[in-house]
């Protein structure tokens, strides 16, 4: 039977079948439930869609900009007046009010890591939704103050550059392995769709309140309806597996992977996933304190520092692709070329937003590391031929002069955009989701993410300073970038395609060569444990450098302390030995089995070995009387008679050990003389 696209087998994993005992599925696991499960079920889709209202407010603050730039009452109540007296604003005020939000992103991605590790992403993706909801508010109640706009957007800022780490750390910590890349990318599929809906909303209000403030303020205002619904409706979501575990809340941990995954508690994906989850959280480092040292010392765990300057150059790579030189001033670029901008800003957010969902399929589908080498080949050509058409066949005096270079511009930004939101928009938020270990996730995201705000706001801030100097020029400055993105993606890039958080980690530790990543192997979990506890993370030698011990490490995840709670310690106490000495039990019963079936293997490959052996011994046997019983009426013949005969019985001293060799020396002399 062919397989169903939409279920996911196990049958490999399963060893009462033959396939699970070709590929060496462990017996210990024999009782578990391999029925296939749904590629995706209602709860995971919830999940991907309503949290990633994150990037919907994210991609609404940064489309909705680029039009009210160009708005005739924005212009008259903030901008400057110039020496004909119209109404403009200079590159340095309209790079702070754009570029300003991007400063209150990066501090707001620095800040919200320790927070989501103290109270949870859910409650973190709540709170920080209403901080851009007060940062809506500022900017709406703007007068002519325009710093006062510039201000709401830097408040607006801090809760946009929370979401963008905590929206995939969510997604990810949460999402099944087979469809985690895919969940991932919707947080880029709804930044996409806030930019477009922020193009539309721009487009209706100046087409029919143009002169008046409604123009910009309705569309502030639907923003902020926005963070309601998701300020509000995360509240009854539940927290992500890993961080409910981490806690103490295993049963609660257990029933959300249940539900996301549409699987039994007994099934082997849930079974295998808390397994995986638990080894990793005990191989993790359970130092506490300052918050400085455990900082520092993120640098120094095993590959950290590797991984955390990859993602921030990933992530800086990925705003010098050039994106949001369209999004943030897409507007202003093509009215350069006397086209009506506002329609021209659809277009382009129209087909970001279509086809970042044929970027869902493709992570899935073909991987990260070839989606995005090929997405910065692409990216490069496009820039190469936008900046060589607007430098050298544009007429940037009078623009209607040469209507065919204007069109030819928009066709290839278009086709940027399509290379753009099919790799590089949605999978680079995937993959730092990926790379990081459980304990460092959120501060390694947050520094991540912090870059990628960092080069946000230079390239908002000095866009205008650039394109005034060099105009169009500057487009073969992204397409360099994307060119060196690509390189940066082939030589440090490891492939995450369909693998576990636990086993990206592994391949991390174990120095896997990133261009043969995808075909990497992950070891059995005893061979995993081995790695951690070289490494010098894994529990027991953490317990032993810092003081913590199995009890402690126990007590700490049921949520006991000593601080005024000694009461709570006695009451659990008993659970906690009972749960140490039932996790004894069960590895010692696990390294037994596992000795068994080796055991068991190595027999039934020396039986083999052995018959075949035989059978290869009797059949050298029968070939040597048949050469001995040839007439040798030929001496060329003879002599070749002679020399394979020869050939044979070398070969059998080889595997006997000269053993047997005087004893068939007679034989064949006997055997010879009767040939005679």
Sequence with gaps: MAPNFMTVHFDEQNPNNEKGKEAGARRSLAGLDYSPLPRITGRSFLLATFVSMGGLLFGYDT???????????FLDRFAETNS????????VRSGLIVGLLSI??????????PISDRIGRKYSISGWTWIIAIGFVIQISSNRDWVQIMMGRWVAGLGVGALSLLVPMFQAETAPPWIRGAMVCCYQLFITMGIFLAACFNYGTVTHQR?????????IGIGWVFTLVLGIGILFLPDTP???????????????????????????????QMEEIDSKLRAESQIKGNPVKEFVQMFKAPRMAYRIFLGMALQMFQQLTGANYFFYYGTTIFSSVSIDSYKTQIILNTINFLVTFIGLYIVEHYGRRKSLIAGSTWMFICFLIFASVGHFALDRGDPTATPKAGVAMIVFACLFILGFATTWGPMIWTIMAEIFPSRYRAKGMALATASNWLW??????????????????YGYVFAGC?????????????????????????????RVNPIKSAKWVPPPPEEMSRIRKQAGTDIETAGMHHGSSDDETLARRSGVTDGGHGHKKEEHAGAMHREREQRRVAREIERLREENVMFEQKTAYWDRAH???????????????????????????????????????RDDDRRNGGENRDGDDEEDQEDGGQGQ
């Design 242 to 272: 890993r961080f409910d575990y981490r806690k103490g809340k295993v049963d609660r941990a257990r029933d959300t992977l249940c539900k996301v995954y549409g699987a039994t508690p007994n099934h082997w994906a849930i079974h295998t």
């Design 63 to 73: 489309g909705q900009i680029s039009g009210f730039l160009e708005m005739p009452d």
């Design 456 to 473: 946000n706001f230079l390239l908002a801030f000095f866009t205008p300073f650039i394109t005034k100097d060099i105009d169009f020029r």
């Design 482 to 510: 994307n060119l060196l993105g690509g390189l940066i993606v082939y030589f440090f890039v490891i492939e995450g395609q369909g693998r576990t958080l636990e086993e990206i980690d592994t391949m991390y530790l174990e």
């Design 104 to 113: 209150g992103t990066l501090i707001g991605a620095l800040v919200a890591a």
């Design 611 to 649: 018959k075949a052996s035989e059978r290869r011994v009797g059949g050298l046997n029968l070939l040597k009387r048949a050469l001995l019983n040839q007439p040798r009426n030929n001496p060329g013949l003879n002599r070749l008679i002679v020399w394979f005969l020869d050939l044979l019985d």
């Design 211 to 219: 002169n008046s403030s409604a123009s910009w303020r309705i569309v």
């Design 84 to 91: 004909n007296g119209e109404k403009e604003f200079s590159t």
